[in-house]
Every structure is written in C-alpha cells, then in structure tokens.
C-alpha cells in the first residue's frame, strides 16, 4: 500500500515569489509520482509526473519537482509565481503495477498581489 | 476532442433519496475510476473499471454506494438512501489503460439537504 502526505494544507505567497509545496510519499515498491492542479470548479489537470529517469521533472506552466528516493519526497516548485497560479494542487503516487493513483489531501496555493 | 463529461454538474437531494451520477469518459479509454473529493480530506478511491475485467469496488464506503459500466463506455455511479454525509464532489477520470495518464471531469457536486 502507499500513501501520501501533504505538509501544509494552505501557502499563501506574494506575486513573483518562488514556492515550494511539499510532498512525502511511502511506499513498499517503486514508484511513479505526479502533481495535479485544480482550479475552482474544474477537475484536476495534470502538472507533471515522474515514471523513472532523470529526478528533476519540468510540467506545464513553469513548475518543477524533484525525486528524492532517500528523502521520499516530490516537492513542487516555481521559481515565480503569478495570480493565475492560485489553485489546489494534489500530489499523488502509484505503485508498481497498481493502477490505483492515491492523493494527497491537497495544498491550497493563494498567490496574492 | 472531447474531454470527460460528467453530469448533472450540480445536485441537491434530500436525505434519503437515491441520486445517479453519469459519467462519459473519452472514447477508448478502457480505464475508468470514481473519486470522491470532500473539503480538505483530498480524493478518496471509489471505485475502478478495466476493459471487461471484474470492477475493483474497494473503495466503496458502504452498500448503499453502487455503480456499473455499460459497453465498456459510459458509468453510472448510483448512491441509494442518501446521508448528509455523502455530501462531497464526484470525480470521474479515465486512462487508455491501467498505467496511462487519468483524465478527470470536472466533477458532480452533490449536497445532501
């Protein structure tokens, strides 16, 4: 079984300030890691994921995260934000075979003027 | 093309009513799942269908929680005698197989009065 933890449930952060949200998983087989962002009334959209290969993973609208085996972390990151970049974003984990996708309970990111 | 649709977008029963939520997901998707998204605890696995294989229904709370899927397309999620506490977003996805990328809808929000 895996699951994930989510260390804060809300960052508030001023416009053009870097952000990092953080992402610890556990797991007992490999894994496959992913961020999703949800805009108000939307379903989720996928940021970026990683399946294996290099650690640092680049997604869409200029996040990142990085892969950390020992640490057992996926933490998210933008150099600067904007106001579109206020969301909730999920950080989710999939085990080995398993199609199962397991959330996080998610991180309220408010990006404020 | 077309992305998940998920209807009605919004529903409000009384308690104790039945209520079904549809979802059609992008054609030829054999991968379909059913979360549920309450405020602050994340998404919660339901339930999950693969091609013709048996649905995986361990994520279903209760008994009174139910669903199908028809010519490997479209899903009904059916919740019988409604509880206030059933009251949360419903959030289909679906994947070209077990080990591809979800794609949601944008969700039923269902408020059990």
């Known amino acids: 079984a895996q699951s994930v933890t989510q260390l804060d449930s809300q960052v508030p952060v001023f416009e053009e300030a870097p952000v990092e949200l953080r992402c610890n998983y556990s797991?007992?087989?490999?894994?496959?890691l992913f961020w999703y962002v949800q805009y108000p009334n939307q379903g989720l959209q996928l940021l970026l994921k990683y399946l294996s290969g290099s650690t640092l993973v680049k997604g869409i609208n200029g996040f990142e995260a990085e892969f950390n085996k020992s640490q057992t972390s996926f933490h998210l990151r933008k150099p600067s934000v904007h106001i579109s970049d206020t969301a909730e974003y999920f950080c989710?984990?999939?085990?080995?075979?398993?199609?199962?996708?397991?959330f996080g309970k998610g991180t309220l990111l408010t990006v404020n003027p | 093309g077309a992305g998940v649709s998920q209807s009605p977008s919004n529903k409000v029963t009384e308690k104790g009513k039945d209520v079904e939520l549809r979802c059609d997901p992008i054609s030829g998707h054999t991968a379909l799942y059913w979360y549920r998204q309450s405020l602050g605890q994340g998404l919660e696995f339901l339930i999950y269908?693969?091609?013709?294989?048996?649905?995986?229904k361990s994520g279903l709370p209760s008994d009174r929680f139910s669903a199908e899927r028809t010519g490997g397309s479209v899903s009904t999620l059916t919740i019988q005698r409604t509880q206030q506490e059933d009251s949360a977003v419903y959030l289909c996805?679906?994947?070209?197989?077990?080990?591809?990328?979800?794609?949601f809808g944008s969700g039923t929000r269902l408020t059990v009065v």
């Open positions: 996805a679906s994947s070209l197989d077990f080990s591809g990328d979800l794609a």
């Open positions: 989710a984990v999939r085990g080995g075979s398993n199609y199962k996708l397991t």
């Open positions: 797991s007992s087989v490999s894994v496959y």
């Open positions: 269908f693969q091609g013709n294989s048996a649905p995986d």
